[in-house]
Nanobody, 126 residues
Framework: QVQLVESGGGLVQAGGSLRLSCAASGRTFSTNPMGWFRQAPGKEREFVAA????????YYADSVKGRFTISRDNAKNTVYLQMNSLKPEDTAVYYC???????????????????WGQGTQVTVSS
């Protein structure tokens, strides 16, 4: 059974930092693009960041560019999201996701991702 398990969420003051982790099990994703999405209350799920299978190519939503960094450790089958300079508008449930096709392009579209974690809550207080 394939599982993606996020961790690292929590409550932080504006301007603070958090590091989210997403550990995969059940199969390796070392040749698959992975991404992070988020969903705030009453809003649709939105793209945050994506990394190519090697991690050498990344892409960010404009709202987080320069503040968030996606990285991955394929030996650990884990992807990370370092979040700095957090703002109240970053408050959301954060989900990691993986594409099932090896060497596919990284995507900003949620429907391109086949595996999803259960989400971790990030709350930024002002």
């Amino acid at each position: 059974q394939v599982q993606l398990v996020e961790s690292g969420g929590g409550l932080v003051q504006a301007g603070g930092s958090l590091r989210l982790s997403c550990a995969a099990s059940g199969r390796t994703f070392s040749t698959n693009p992975m991404g992070w999405f988020r969903q705030a209350p009453g809003k649709e799920r939105e793209f945050v960041a994506a990394a190519s299978w090697s991690g050498s190519s990344t892409y960010y939503a404009d709202s987080v560019k320069g503040r968030f960094t996606i990285s991955r450790d394929n030996a650990k089958n884990t992807v990370y999201l370092q979040m700095n300079s957090l703002k109240p508008e970053d408050t959301a449930v954060y989900y990691c996701a993986a594409r099932s096709f090896s060497y596919a392009h990284k995507s900003t579209m949620s429907h391109d991702y086949d595996y999803w974690g259960q989400g971790t809550q990030v709350t930024v207080s002002s």
